[in-house]
């Protein structure tokens, strides 16, 4: 098996895998997409009662939003994760209280009237693990109106919880295997002008396969072709596969994580079976 990066940018990725099925690309699918850990906030604590700034102005502790929706948007902001630094929190050396190797606290502290961002949090501790995303809109804040939380973060896998998920849009396809006849073709160009994702060209006063990597499958140029000549199909021992990560890990990150997953159970399986040999 053979990987070929096309894409690689801190969030999408993009490869070529030969030499292999559909059954291991759905295996990869599924553990980058279930099995990757990642830092998502899970506990949110609301200040009640009035919030007083500087000036000793006194605010109301409200937002046009319940407390559950503020926390739920919360949750969903990517949290910068550093895999070797961080702990889950059930398996961490303070048994579960929360400590710096498998908690992040953030501080919300804004008054009104404004709008509340992502990167409003502010980590209590390392700047590193400050939002990156930070224009998502967290809710809008009117006149007297204040927002004062702290919020937790820590790590969990998309099996737990889709907050949890680094990976999105994980998806894959068979990489297209296309034969034009060149002896039959009558250089008409008409599949190159229906094609909607320009895999194919006039070149030299023929038809080429410009970008196999771009075709979806659609037959469109098949069935564009009197004369018959080009025959396309998909090949299910060289996968085409793509996703795209939140940005709390990087899509590299996520990749050799999912593959590092994937070496492990199949080792574990392996050992399994070979007991049962003996
Ligand atoms: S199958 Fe569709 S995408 Fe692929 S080359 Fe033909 S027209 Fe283009
Ligand atoms: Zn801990």
């Not at 400590?99 to 990167?119: A, I, Q």
């Not at 297209?176 to 070149?203: F, M, N, R, T, Y």
């Not at 997953?261 to 050992?271: A, D, I, V, Y």
């Given at each position: 098996m053979k990987i070929d990066i096309l894409e690689m940018t801190q969030t999408r990725a993009q490869f070529v895998i030969t030499d292999t099925n559909p059954a291991f690309a759905n295996a990869l699918r599924r553990t980058i997409v279930s099995d990757i850990p990642k830092m998502a906030i899970d506990n949110v604590e609301f200040h009640l009662g009035p919030i007083m700034?500087?000036?000793?102005?006194?605010?109301?502790?409200?937002?046009?939003?319940?407390?559950?929706?503020?926390?739920?948007?919360?949750?969903?902001?990517?949290?910068?994760?550093?895999?070797?630094?961080?702990?889950?929190?059930?398996?961490?050396?303070?048994?579960?209280?929360?400590?710096?190797?498998?908690?992040?606290?953030?501080?919300?502290?804004?008054?009104?009237?404004?709008?509340?961002?992502s990167g409003d949090l502010e980590p209590i501790g390392d700047a590193k693990l400050r939002i990156k995303d930070d224009l998502i809109p967290i809710v809008k804040l009117a006149e007297d109106q204040a927002l004062l939380v702290y919020a937790t973060a820590e790590l969990g896998t998309g099996k737990q919880h889709a907050k949890w998920q680094a990976a999105l849009g994980a998806g894959y396809r068979y990489f297209a295997k296309i034969h034009i006849d060149q002896a039959k073709c009558d250089i008409g160009g008409s599949c190159v002008k229906v094609c909607p994702k320009g895999v194919l060209a006039k070149e030299d006063k023929k038809i080429v396969v410009k970008h196999p990597e771009k075709c979806n499958l659609c037959n469109a140029c098949v069935e564009v072709c009197d004369a018959g000549v080009i025959k396309v199909s998909g090949d299910p021992t060289k996968i085409l596969f793509r996703f795209e990560t939140d940005g709390s890990l990087t899509a590299k990150q996520v990749l050799m994580r999912g593959l590092k997953n994937l070496e492990e159970r199949f080792e574990g399986l392996r050992e399994q079976i070979s007991t049962l040999e003996e």
């Amino acid at each position: 098996m053979k990987i070929d990066i096309l894409e690689m940018t801190q969030t999408r990725a993009q490869f070529v895998i030969t030499d292999t099925n559909p059954a291991f690309a759905n295996a990869l699918r599924r553990t980058i997409v279930s099995d990757i850990p990642k830092m998502a906030i899970d506990n949110v604590e609301f200040h009640l009662g009035p919030i007083m700034d500087e000036k000793g102005t006194a605010f109301e502790s409200v937002s046009p939003l319940f407390d559950e929706v503020v926390a739920h948007r919360l949750s969903l902001v990517p949290v910068p994760t550093d895999l070797d630094a961080f702990n889950f929190r059930a398996k961490c050396s303070c048994n579960g209280e929360g400590c710096p190797s498998c908690t992040v606290m953030y501080s919300l502290n804004k008054k009104g009237p404004c709008t509340v961002y992502s990167g409003d949090l502010e980590p209590i501790g390392d700047a590193k693990l400050r939002i990156k995303d930070d224009l998502i809109p967290i809710v809008k804040l009117a006149e007297d109106q204040a927002l004062l939380v702290y919020a937790t973060a820590e790590l969990g896998t998309g099996k737990q919880h889709a907050k949890w998920q680094a990976a999105l849009g994980a998806g894959y396809r068979y990489f297209a295997k296309i034969h034009i006849d060149q002896a039959k073709c009558d250089i008409g160009g008409s599949c190159v002008k229906v094609c909607p994702k320009g895999v194919l060209a006039k070149e030299d006063k023929k038809i080429v396969v410009k970008h196999p990597e771009k075709c979806n499958l659609c037959n469109a140029c098949v069935e564009v072709c009197d004369a018959g000549v080009i025959k396309v199909s998909g090949d299910p021992t060289k996968i085409l596969f793509r996703f795209e990560t939140d940005g709390s890990l990087t899509a590299k990150q996520v990749l050799m994580r999912g593959l590092k997953n994937l070496e492990e159970r199949f080792e574990g399986l392996r050992e399994q079976i070979s007991t049962l040999e003996e």
